[in-house]
């Protein structure tokens, strides 16, 4: 039987999820399709139903809808429930699992860069959601977090998050600081850069060979990840990120290893065509 998945959002057709997938399972010739579905604030729960009664195995969710589908769920598991946020719903057994693969996929990625562990001091820039869920993954390794954030306030409540959990963090002010200088690695999740814009502010006094990190794909290397290239950093974007948070649903709902290198390159070739 042919299983069905797909990924809900709004807007969603901007969303290289189904390539990804979709190119997963012809890599290993499963019966399976995965599809993008529109779905608006106040269609969620009716939208959640009718994927259950229409018989999908699972589906991705994102903005607006990672904090709004929880009360349509049966169970959380822990990594949801560290998130606050869901971003992948696994039908089973009748009922509907939400499970993060966010800040999992992250951690993923980061580890093809660097050893996570005690005493690693990164710097988060930014505390919006993708910031929450990133630092909500890395805490239990250990890692002694420095947030800095525009508004103070959104950074303190993530700090209280991050402690409240048992992790190591806090808080600098929204700038260039000692920080910065002493970080093995700079994560920058604001959406500064997503249009080409200069950063506020400059990464210098960084250590060459640190690694930064900024989850924008899309400009492939923002003004930010170019300013550390020059500094002579170690550069990542955002793209495997996206790969690995796929991976991980994949491997959630299917309970089996996901075709990484396949469902990378289908990724690459399409953002090449964007
Ligand atoms: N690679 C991936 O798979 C992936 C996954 C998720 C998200 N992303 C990217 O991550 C970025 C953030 O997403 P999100 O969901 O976390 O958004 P969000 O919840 O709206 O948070 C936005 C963050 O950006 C900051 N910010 C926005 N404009 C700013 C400015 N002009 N100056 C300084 N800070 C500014 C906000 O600071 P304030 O609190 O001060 O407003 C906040 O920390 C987006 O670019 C998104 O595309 C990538």
């Not at 977090?145 to 409240?164: F, Q, S, Y």
């Not at 994560?187 to 506020?200: N, V």
Request: charged share 20%.
């Amino acid at each position: 039987m042919v299983k069905h998945f797909a990924v809900i959002g709004c807007p969603i057709a901007h969303s290289l999820s189904p390539v990804m997938h979709n190119a997963g399972y012809k890599a290993l010739d499963l019966a399976a399709d995965y599809q993008k579905f529109q779905v608006s604030p106040e269609d969620l729960g009716e939208a959640v139903l009718g994927l259950k009664a229409l018989g999908f195995s699972g589906w991705n969710v994102t903005v607006p809808h990672k904090e709004a589908i929880l009360p349509f769920l049966d169970e959380l598991t822990e990594e949801a429930r560290r998130a606050g946020a869901v971003n992948t719903v696994k039908v089973h057994k009748g009922r509907l699992i939400g499970h993060n693969t966010d800040g999992s996929g992250f951690v993923r990625s980061l580890q093809e860069h660097m050893e996570l562990g005690e005493g690693k001091k990164i710097v988060l820039l930014g505390a919006g959601g993708a910031a929450k869920g990133i630092a909500m993954a890395l805490a239990p390794f250990g890692v002694q977090l420095c947030i800095m954030n525009r508004t103070p306030e959104r950074g303190a409540e993530l700090l209280e998050k991050i402690r409240e959990w048992g992790g190591q963090a806090r808080q600098e002010v929204w700038g260039r600081g000692e920080w910065l200088t002493q970080a093995d690695c700079v994560i920058q999740t604001t959406s500064l850069g997503l249009k080409k814009e200069d950063y506020p502010f400059s990464l210098e006094g960084i250590h060459p060979g640190t690694l930064v990190v900024d989850i924008i794909f899309n400009p492939w290397e923002t003004p930010f990840l170019q300013s550390a290239k020059v500094l002579g950093c170690k550069i990542v974007n955002g793209m495997d990120m996206l790969l690995y948070q796929g991976v991980n649903a994949w491997e959630f709902w299917l309970e089996d290893k996901a075709p990484v290198d396949a469902m990378r390159k289908a990724l690459y070739q399409a953002l090449a065509q964007v």
